[in-house]
C-alpha cells in the first residue's frame, strides 16, 4: 500500500526538476533578436543577393550599387566597379566636351534625348513633354550630371576641357528652368538634384530660389488635395534637397538648414507609409539618418517596413506591382541596405587619380576628393 507522502514528495521532485531544466535550456538559449538584429539581418541578405549578380547588372546599375555601398561602408569590395565607372567616364567626358564646340551638335544631341526620351509610362510622357520647349537643358542635365559625378570622384581637373564644359552650362537658363512650376510638377527630384550639381560645380548658386519655388509650388494646405503620383513627386523633391546636399552620401547635412524638410515627413508620417513606396520610404529614412537624426521614430518604422517587405524567397524586396527582377529592383534594394544597415559615417569619394593609359589608382581612402562647397 502506497503512502501519500511519498507522491507527494516525488512529485514536487519531478517539478522541481522540469522546472531546473526549463531554467537550463533558458539559460543556454540566446536572447530574441530585437528590431536592430532583424534590420540588419535583412539588410545582409538582400546584399548577398545583389552581390552574387552585381557582375551580371548593366554598368549603371553596377555604380549606383557600389558608389552607395562605398559611400556608406567603405569596403574595398566596391573599389573595382567605381573604378570600371571612372574609366568609362573620363574617356566619355573627354569625347563629349570636344563635340561641345561643333556647331549645331548640342542642339541635335538635345532633339535626340526628347525624341527618345522614354514613354512607357504617364510620368515618362509628361517629362518628355516637359522637355520640349526647353531646348538644350534636355541634353545639358546628363553633361551637368557626369561632370559632378568626376567632380566626386577627384578626377574633374583632369578632364581635358572640363572649363569649357563649366563655362557651357553657366550660359544656360537654369534659373529658369528649374523654378518653372511645371518643371517641379514633374521632376522635382532631379530639380533638386542638378541645383546642388551646379552649386558643388561652382557654376551658379540657385538654392534658395529653387526651394522658395518648390514650397510654392507644393504649399502645405494643397498636399492633401494631391494624387498619389503628384504627392510621391513631391515627396521624392523633398528627399533629394538633402540627398545631394551630402553630395550623394559623402557627408552629413545641416538638420537646422534642412528643418523645413524634416518637419515636412513628421507632418505626413501616415501618409508617407501608406502611400510612398519603398524607394521613397527609404529616401525619407535616409535623410534623417543623414541629418543625424537616426532616432527619430519615422525612421524606426521604415526599417520595419522594408523588413516587412522583403521577399524571403527571392532575398530582395519586390516592386509594388510583385516584381523580383534583380535589374529593375536595384534602386529600390540598395536603398534599403543602406536604411537597414546603416553605420553611421561616411566615406567619401572614391577617389581616383589617371598615372597614363586610363589606368587609375585611388588615392588615400577615406580622403575628401575635393573641398566641399559651403
Not at 4 to 14: E, K, N, Q
Not at 217 to 243: C, K, M, Q
Not at 319 to 336: C, F, I, M, Q, Y
Request: hydrophobic content about 45%; aromatic content about 8%; charged content about 20%.
Amino acid at each position: 500500500m502506497s503512502r501519500p507522502g511519498i507522491h507527494v514528495r516525488l512529485l514536487s521532485w519531478l517539478a522541481l526538476c522540469v522546472l531546473a531544466l526549463q531554467l537550463s535550456a533558458c539559460a543556454v538559449q540566446p536572447p530574441a533578436a530585437g528590431p536592430a538584429e532583424h534590420h540588419r539581418l535583412a539588410a545582409e541578405r538582400i546584399r548577398a543577393t545583389y552581390e552574387a549578380v552585381l557582375p551580371e547588372l548593366s554598368t549603371g546599375k553596377r555604380r549606383h550599387y557600389a558608389q552607395r555601398l562605398y559611400r556608406v561602408t567603405g569596403e574595398a569590395r566596391y573599389l573595382p566597379a567605381n573604378r570600371e565607372y571612372m574609366m568609362h567616364l573620363a574617356g566619355r567626358l573627354e569625347a563629349e566636351i570636344a563635340e561641345l564646340a561643333v556647331p549645331g551638335q548640342v542642339e541635335r544631341l538635345a532633339r535626340q534625348v526628347v525624341e527618345g526620351y522614354p514613354r512607357r509610362t504617364e510620368k515618362q510622357r509628361a517629362r518628355a513633354e516637359m522637355f520640349a520647349p526647353w531646348g538644350e537643358l534636355a541634353y545639358a542635365k546628363g553633361l551637368l550630371f557626369r561632370l559632378v559625378q568626376a567632380h566626386y570622384h577627384g578626377m574633374l581637373d583632369e578632364i581635358p576641357g572640363h572649363e569649357q564644359a563649366l563655362g557651357y552650362l553657366g550660359d544656360l537658363p537654369w534659373a529658369a528652368f528649374l523654378t518653372d512650376p511645371e518643371v517641379l510638377g514633374v521632376y522635382a527630384a532631379q530639380v533638386a538634384n542638378q541645383v546642388h550639381f551646379l552649386h558643388q560645380l561652382g557654376v551658379m548658386d540657385l538654392r534658395r530660389e529653387v526651394e522658395a519655388a518648390f514650397r510654392r509650388r507644393y504649399p502645405p494646405d494643397s498636399l492633401a488635395t494631391l494624387s498619389t503620383a503628384e504627392y510621391r513627386n513631391w515627396l521624392y523633391g523633398l528627399t533629394h534637397f538633402v540627398i545631394a546636399a551630402s553630395h550623394y552620401y559623402q557627408q552629413e547635412v545641416d538638420a537646422e538648414a534642412y528643418a523645413w524638410v524634416l518637419e515636412a515627413f513628421e507632418g505626413e508620417s501616415e501618409r508617407i507609409m501608406r502611400d510612398a513606396t519603398e524607394d521613397i520610404q527609404a529616401e525619407v529614412a535616409l535623410s534623417f539618418l543623414l541629418a543625424g537624426r537616426e532616432g527619430h521614430p519615422l525612421v524606426g518604422r521604415i526599417r520595419d517596413a522594408l523588413v516587412a517587405a522583403l521577399d524571403r524567397e527571392s532575398g530582395m524586396i519586390p516592386s509594388p506591382g510583385g516584381s523580383t527582377d534583380l535589374e529593375r529592383g536595384e534602386h529600390r534594394n540598395v536603398l534599403a541596405i543602406m536604411v537597414l544597415g546603416w553605420q553611421g559615417r561616411l566615406h567619401p569619394g572614391p577617389c581616383f587619380e589617371n598615372v597614363g593609359h586610363r589606368s587609375l589608382i585611388i588615392r588615400a581612402p577615406g580622403a575628401s576628393c575635393s573641398a566641399p562647397s559651403a
